[in-house]
């Protein structure tokens, strides 16, 4: 009887060191889930909870997109984010595209330190988005500038009478729906436009004449639609100084954001059609030319998604 009350005793020693085992390998195992996520994953599992810069890509054709504009948002909101990095690297898209984001910049702002990194361009809207910023590096070679608005539209006109179509239409007033691809131009329809043009050119001249350090007369001497090396904008003063991120991140140090923090990039939740054409119009666009599956990236990678902006555009064509 004794030998079997110590084989028992021995069983349940044994079952709880099993448990105990299994417990520590379940705990081990999720230790690593998390840390190889982390790994993974960075942003998502944590690395925005602590302390850290921001930085926030602006890439390609600029729309008003609302992905970017919550983004922007949640930046600013965040605890956590002691400074901003704009990497930027655009040719510029619509007007309104890039007021929107202007304004979402100086509302972030006016609550954290804000610089933007050129990397190869950032002309036209680009540049008006840069300008937003408190200040603003370029690498030497970056491509800058392009201060204008201009407004685009095809005369289909020969075509028509080439192939033997005509249009007829109906309208209220000589002006509406004009100017159209369909009927020549009238000097009245050039007027309106340049008119909206003109207006839209002012407005954007004295955003960067509020912006730098700069006099409207200066401005606007710029503002002829010249685009500049890195280089050639550190001296006409449309940039504050060369080099790429580690600059960028030394000049925030200089606004009190602590050099030892880490630089984490920012993200929209979902993927789309940040800074980008309407995912739609561009798999149509796709489609048509009958490139299957993703199409409309492929639009987007040669860079004919500019074709398919509407109203007026501040963007630089290389």
């Known amino acids: 009887m004794a030998y079997r009350a110590d084989d028992l005793i021995d069983r349940r020693r044994l079952r709880?060191?099993?448990?105990?085992?299994?417990?520590?390998?379940?705990?081990?195992?999720?230790?690593?889930?998390?840390?190889?996520?982390?790994w993974l994953y960075g942003d998502e599992f944590g690395g925005t909870a602590i302390d850290h810069i921001?930085?926030?890509?602006i890439e390609g054709t600029i729309t008003e997109d609302q992905d970017l504009l919550e983004l922007l948002d949640d930046v600013r909101k965040s605890s956590t984010v002691k400074g901003v990095i704009l990497s930027i690297d655009s040719p510029g898209?619509?007007?309104?595209?890039?007021?929107?984001?202007?304004?979402?910049?100086?509302?972030?702002?006016?609550?954290?330190?804000?610089?933007?990194?050129?990397?190869?361009?950032?002309?036209?809207?680009?540049?008006?988005?840069?300008?937003?910023?408190?200040?603003?590096?370029?690498?030497?070679?970056?491509?800058?500038?392009?201060?204008?608005?201009?407004?685009?539209?095809?005369?289909?006109?020969?075509?028509?009478?080439?192939?033997?179509?005509?249009?007829?239409?109906?309208?209220?007033?000589?002006l509406k729906a004009e100017p159209s691809p369909f009927n020549p131009t009238t000097e009245e329809e050039?007027?309106?436009?340049?008119?909206?043009?003109?207006?839209?050119?002012?407005?954007?001249?004295?955003?960067?004449d509020d912006r730098r350090p700069l006099s409207r007369a200066e401005v606007l001497a710029l503002a002829d639609?010249?685009?500049?090396?890195?280089?050639q904008a550190l001296e006409r003063k449309l940039v504050d100084s060369l080099g790429g991120e580690r600059e960028a991140a030394g000049w925030l140090a200089t606004r009190g954001v602590s050099p030892?923090?880490?630089?984490i990039e920012w993200e929209p939740e979902e993927e789309g059609s940040v800074l980008f054409l309407?995912?739609?119009?561009?798999?149509?666009?796709?489609?048509?030319?009958?490139?299957?599956?993703?199409?409309?990236?492929?639009?987007?990678?040669?860079?004919a998604d500019r074709l398919f902006l509407d109203g007026l555009v501040s963007v630089w064509h290389p």
């Open 93 to 174: 898209g619509t007007t309104a595209g890039g007021e929107a984001i202007f304004d979402a910049v100086r509302l972030l702002a006016a609550e954290k330190p804000v610089v933007a990194q050129v990397g190869t361009l950032a002309a036209s809207a680009g540049y008006m988005i840069a300008s937003a910023s408190d200040h603003i590096v370029a690498r030497q070679s970056s491509i800058v500038g392009s201060i204008g608005v201009l407004v685009q539209f095809p005369d289909l006109t020969g075509l028509m009478d080439k192939v033997g179509i005509g249009l007829e239409e109906i309208k209220s007033t000589p």
């Open 260 to 263: 030892d923090l880490n630089v």
């Open 278 to 303: 309407g995912s739609s119009l561009a798999e149509m666009a796709g489609r048509a030319l009958g490139l299957p599956g993703y199409g409309g990236e492929f639009i987007r990678e040669i860079g």
């Open 16 to 38: 709880r060191k099993l448990t105990f085992w299994r417990i520590a390998a379940l705990v081990i195992a999720a230790l690593a889930i998390v840390a190889a996520s982390a």
């Open 190 to 208: 050039r007027a309106m436009l340049r008119a909206m043009i003109l207006d839209s050119y002012d407005w954007f001249v004295g955003l960067v």
């Open 225 to 231: 639609g010249s685009v500049f090396t890195g280089r």
């Open 54 to 57: 921001a930085k926030i890509e």
